[in-house]
Each structure stands twice: as C-alpha cells, then as structure tokens.
C-alpha cells in the first residue's frame, strides 16, 4: 500500500469516527495533508493527460477533520487582527508570491510562483496556479481550483466546493479570464482560455446557451474551451406571465491560433464583452 492511500484509508477512518482523533496517528495524518495542501504537493482534485479530473474526497475530509482539531485564537498582523480556527498562510517571498495589502490567504491554500494577490481572498483547500491574478475583491473559494495565467478580474466570486466531499470543486482552467463580478459557483468547469463576461452567473443549473450555430445547444455546468460567454435572459411562463430568467450565452470563440493575450484581446474587442 502506497502513503498516499495509507493516509487516506486513516483520514477516510477518521472522517467516519471522529473518536479516533484522539490517537496521535490519526491526528498526524490530518496535519500532515494540510501542510502538503499548503505546499501544494497535494490537490484536493487532479487533471489526468485526457483532461478529466479526479477529485480527491479523502483530502477533502481532511480539511473538514482540520476545522475541529483547532481552536479560536487571535492573529495579530500590522494593524489587523483577526479572529479564527485557521492560521493565515505565511512564506509569499520565497514562494516567489505578491500579496498586496489587504489580500489573504488561509493556510492549507496554495498559491504558485507568479501568483498575484490583490486586496482579495483565497480559501482553504484551494490551490492557485502560476502567473494567475486573482484581482482587487475577488475571492477563491475552498477547494476552488485555479489554473495558470488566469485572471480573475474585480470583484470575482468563485465558490467554495467542501461539502460533501466527493462533489467536483469550482475550476478555472489555464488562460482563462473571469470578468469583474462574475461568480462561478457549484463545481462549475470553465475551461482553457475561456472567457466570462462581467456579471455572469454560472452555478451547477445555469442555462448556458451556445448560439453560435443556427440552432441553440444548451449545456450546464462546464463552459467549453476558448468560449466567450456573456450574461442572457430567456422568456419562461409561469402561473402569472411571462419573465426571462437568467442564463449564459455562448456567442463566440477565442483564437487557439494566436498568442494568449492577443487572442484575449481581440476576443474582447471582436464580441464586445463587458469585463
């Protein structure tokens, strides 16, 4: 048997019986997961060569199991104090991050080289990948996972997936960019080098209409690859009349052919997205 699937039969134990928390053994392998989710040598879910992923529910539930071996204390940073059961995350400069005032990260997150940290907030369990901007009032939900050279524009919300733990989190795939006020919520995919214009919602029952084509195909709960997505209305009748109700409009493509920010660009300019 492998440490890893050592550790998870232990947390998966433990998770079942919260009793055996009391023994050292167990104890230990919660805190050792959530130091390797803080270093990001572990994810709470992982991308397979066909582009799949995996989550990882054990590694969920030792976040959960985290939560009750703390205790509330107070953290004292420059003029800040907070309140909390969980540590603040500490390390950006030798991990190569910027972390601008008052943007925080919990401990058990992880942030990569490059990573920049506005005013903003990231989770527990969440993992941020290289080069990404996560962007003044935006905030990465636990679990949430965030591919490389993302940006998360003002005001993004991208939600926290933790319970239960075999449910997909949020992820944000490579290249991607969120535009300002836009959430992303309930395990929703978005994929490599996508687009979502400002103040779209996106949850696990969203409509997303692609209306490309000469007729409508509707998906829910992932946005495909290099899609500019923008916030719509549809007519529904109810009891009382007709009202639109939201959904997300697929309404173009952003080029593979050319390089990330310049296709981003002309996308933005070609398709008229609000970001």
Not at 118 to 126: D, E, F, K, L, R
Not at 193 to 220: F, Q
Request: charged share 20%; glycine share 12%; with cysteine.
């Amino acid at each position: 048997m492998s440490g890893v699937d050592q550790r998870a039969d232990l947390v998966n134990a433990a998770f079942e019986n919260r009793e055996l928390l009391r023994e050292s053994l167990y104890r230990e392998v919660v805190l050792s997961t959530l130091a390797d989710l803080d270093q990001g040598r572990l994810r709470v879910a992982t991308r397979s060569d066909d582009g799949a992923w995996a989550v990882h529910a054990w590694v969920k539930e030792a976040v959960l199991l985290y939560f009750g071996l703390r205790q509330m204390e107070t953290f004292e940073v420059g003029p800040f104090e907070y309140h909390d059961k969980i540590p603040l995350k500490r390390g950006f400069a030798a991990a190569g991050v910027r972390v601008v005032p008052p943007g925080t990260a919990r401990y058990g997150s992880f942030l990569a080289r490059g990573v920049v940290l506005m005013p903003g907030y990231v989770n527990i369990g969440a993992y941020v990948d290289e080069g990404t901007m996560v962007d003044t009032w935006a905030t990465v939900g636990s679990c949430a996972q965030v591919g490389r050279d993302v940006h998360l524009a003002g005001g993004v919300g991208i939600g926290g997936v933790l319970e239960p733990p075999g449910a997909r989190p949020v992820i944000i795939e490579d290249g991607a960019f969120v535009g300002s006020r836009a959430v992303v919520v309930e395990g929703v995919r978005v994929g490599e080098e996508a687009v979502i214009g400002a103040n779209c919602v996106l949850t696990a029952s969203t409509p997303i209409l692609d209306v490309r084509g000469s007729e409508v195909v509707e998906l829910r709960g992932a946005v495909p690859p290099r899609a500019v997505v923008i916030p719509g209305v549809r007519p529904k009748h109810f009891a009382a009349g007709e009202y639109g109700t939201p959904c997300a409009l697929i309404i173009g493509e952003r080029s593979a052919s050319t390089e990330r920010k310049v296709s981003l660009n002309q996308a933005l300019r070609d398709f008229n997205v609000s970001v």
